[in-house]
């Protein structure tokens, strides 16, 4: 590894050696760890002018602000400039504040934060930039997800705290840092919010809220909730951010859509109904579906309708990054994610590889379970056993390999090349659109929730084609092409609207519902879950505006 630095014939081996271990050590920080934890050499500072610094800091001051954000304070529309001058106002008063910015799809929620973080970044200021997913995270500038920033729990109980320990680099950033953005944060449970709330106050000695900074978290409440393994409905609602003690000083901000034509806004109208579960109902929870969206099901051909309506002449696209990206079919479950993509890499041009994973069970010294039955087992978020893969397809990150350079779960991706034990892709969604990475096979472990009564340890490239992807996968992205298939109804909270709000208009959104038939009528129509009890009430909004700003 020394050999890949430049050289001088003045530069001497130990000079080079501590160049290494300090990168090393650099992305060993990333994820929470330090060189001195491992069998190395130690790590000297001679000639290091930045040691006074700690990198964490260093990294957040330089974060390049991107120039069309610098002027996007003049382009706030009414609801934003609003929303902007009631945050900057708290902190140009160094107040401590708690903000939600709620608002739908299109009503640029992102356009807000990236104008917050400019603003502050401009004059000098650290801000934290978080999301609950890591596809969200990629789409702003310097953004992780908030587990890996503030080392919450994954597994976040009522005691439970961040593993931040107040005299790490990462304490003293929090210190210095004037606000935290934290997005998605309805995807949050409730515990991670508290866990962080709680380390907050303790690190920075103060009892206010996050230890008295500003702290603005947003996202849709119509969209799913918090996963709670095989959890009821109540489960579910507690777990909500809404039920967390910090939600009553919480102060609200709404955002309303921006519509662009009649069209857009009668979709817009469509999708509000959904997401409000007021749309009208047949059979209880049955919705109708736009008969101009919809696919009408009449066997295994319908699927492949689906798939030509969402991918057009798929086989002249094979090396084409931007018919990629745009387009995508969305379903409940990862088993039909999974037939889906088989299906579309069968068509899809170029020599396929199968890439075949390694695995064991942990701490089975006696083999007791057979590698036929350890190679059949699919939970979600594990790659498959056999990943096949084409030179030009479509990939979807699995893992959180490196967020500061924008490989974060969720990431898609396209492969530019296989080899035996490493991936070229390039990425196509977020602020790092266009960059290329490679990807080692690493291991995975299956969680306690996967239902298996051992740990299984896979060893594999922490990817799965994204032909097709799961609904809630896609939350947070903008897809303009989007095919829904529905084998079976959707089964949880804000499914229905999260597939639907994916796309840009109603145009470019085909369904596809396998028991989409009520007796007596000749329209479609699928489930709608919406649990009405986390909605955020107009009223309360329109009060906290009118109180507030």
């Known amino acids: 590894m020394v050999d890949d630095y430049p050289s001088t014939s003045t530069t001497t081996a130990l000079v080079f050696t501590n160049r290494l271990l300090r990168d090393i050590n650099d992305i060993l920080l990333q994820h929470g760890k330090q060189i001195t934890q491992y069998d190395l050499p130690a790590l000297t500072h001679e000639n290091d002018n930045d040691n006074s610094i700690p990198r964490v800091i260093q990294e957040e001051l330089s974060v390049e602000v991107p120039r069309e954000d610098l002027c996007s304070v003049t382009r706030l529309n009414n609801d934003q400039s609003k929303a902007f001058k009631c945050i900057m106002n708290r902190i140009d008063r160094r107040e401590s504040g708690v903000f939600f910015v709620d608002g739908p799809g299109g009503s640029g929620k992102t356009f807000l934060y990236r104008a917050i973080i400019a603003e ?20 702003l500038p310097g953004g992780r997800t908030t587990h890996s920033r503030f080392k919450i729990p994954i597994n976040a109980e009522p005691s439970s705290i961040c593993n931040i320990s107040k005299q790490s680099d990462l304490a003293k950033l929090i210190r210095q840092t004037t606000a935290i953005i934290w997005d998605e944060a309805p995807m949050a449970n409730k515990e991670s919010v508290q866990s962080l709330d709680r380390t907050l106050r303790d690190l920075l000695a103060n009892d206010m809220p996050f230890g008295g900074k500003v702290m603005v978290m947003g996202g849709d409440f119509r ?42 806004h009668v979709f817009a109208e469509y999708l509000m109904r959904i997401g409000d579960g007021i749309e009208p109902t047949i059979h209880e929870d049955f919705v109708r579906i736009q008969a101009n969206m919809a ?8 699927l492949h309708k689906l798939i030509e309506e969402i991918f057009p002449n798929l086989q002249s696209h094979g090396w084409d990054a931007s018919y990629m990206v ?8 990862n088993h039909d994610v999974q037939q889906l993509n088989d299906i579309i890499i069968n068509q899809f041009p170029g020599e396929e590889r199968n890439l075949v994973s390694f695995d064991e069970v942990e701490g089975d010294a006696n083999n007791l379970y057979q590698q036929e039955y350890l190679n059949s087992v699919s939970t979600g978020g594990l790659p498959p056993h056999v990943l096949k893969v084409k030179r030009g397809a479509p990939l979807m990150l699995l893992r959180n390999i ?3 350079a924008g490989l974060c779960n969720g990431t898609r991706l396209l492969c530019r090349g296989t080899f035996q034990n490493m991936l070229d892709v390039e990425i196509l969604t977020g602020h790092h659109c266009g960059r290329r990475a490679f990807l080692p096979r690493i291991k995975h472990k299956t969680t306690e929730n996967s239902g298996l009564p051992f740990i299984l340890i896979r060893k594999q490239f922490p990817v799965r084609l ?32 999260v597939a639907l709000s994916r796309s840009i208009s109603q145009s470019t959104t085909k369904i596809l519902v396998k028991e989409g038939k009520i007796d007596g009528t000749s329209r479609k129509f699928t489930r709608n879950v919406v649990f009405k009890e986390i909605l955020l009430p107009s009223s309360q909004v329109i009060y906290v505006l009118s109180k507030y700003v």
């Open 402 to 404: 490196d967020p500061k």
């Open 223 to 264: 969209q799913v909730l918090p996963v709670v393994p095989k959890g009821s409905k109540s489960q579910m609602i507690s777990a909500s951010i809404v039920k967390s003690h910090l939600w009553a000083s919480t102060k609200i901000l709404h955002l309303r859509q921006n519509m662009r034509s009649s069209n857009d």
């Open 466 to 497: 994204s032909f097709a992807i799961t609904i809630n996968k896609s939350q947070g992205q903008t897809i303009p092409k989007v095919g829904i298939y529905l084998p079976k109804h959707v089964f949880s909270h804000g499914q229905l609207y």
């Open 120 to 139: 502050l970044r401009n004059k000098g200021h650290i801000v934290l930039v978080t999301a609950s997913s890591g596809i969200a995270a990629t789409l």
């Open 326 to 333: 745009e387009r995508a079919i969305l379903t409940p479950k």
């Open 295 to 302: 696919i009408p099901w009449e066997g295994e051909t319908s």
